[in-house]
């Protein structure tokens, strides 16, 4: 966290240092799938069953097919396919889920407001929020796992 005698010009950007970060997180993205694009080769692209029996049932020209997204790739079809046979997984396993249990974050929260620099908003420190969050969710995951307030968990 930053502390007030430290200079940290970015943030008093706000705005335009968000902006910043979205937009420099798009260049990391685009980078990734330039990667994955031109190493089609090495990522065994050419092995993906789907792709042979399009070619062989003549469905479509072979540089019609684009390229493959391996499932290491957060977000891509084939990585959300992998999370919901997980997902199946842990069901078929443990059986169907009791709860179904969702946290949020509040920005007024005062462990994020403690935080903030003088004449800070909640909305212009990301890293704040992301922190504060997550020590919470680690806080409820060991109420609802160790404390065992809904009862054992199995999974």
Not at 5 to 12: I, P, Q
Request: charged share 30%.
């Amino acid at each position: 966290m930053i502390k007030e005698e430290e200079d940290n010009y970015l943030v008093n950007y706000r705005a335009l240092f968000s902006q910043y970060l979205v937009d420099e997180y798009a260049k990391i993205e685009k980078e990734r799938l330039n990667y994955i694009k031109n190493n089609q080769a090495k990522l065994r692209a050419d092995s993906y069953i789907y792709l042979k029996d399009a070619i062989e049932r003549q469905d479509v020209e072979a540089n019609q097919l684009g390229w493959v997204l391996p499932s290491s790739f957060t977000g891509g079809p084939r990585y959300m396919h992998e999370r919901t046979h997980d997902a199946m997984t842990y069901v078929r396993n443990y059986g169907r889920p009791d709860l179904f249990i969702t946290f949020t974050c509040n920005p007024r929260w005062d462990e994020i407001k403690e935080q903030l620099l003088q004449g800070q908003q909640s909305h212009d420190s990301h890293d704040i929020i992301s922190k504060v969050f997550r020590l919470k969710v680690k806080k409820i995951m060991n109420l609802l796992i160790k404390g065992k307030i809904f009862g054992e968990v199995r999974c």
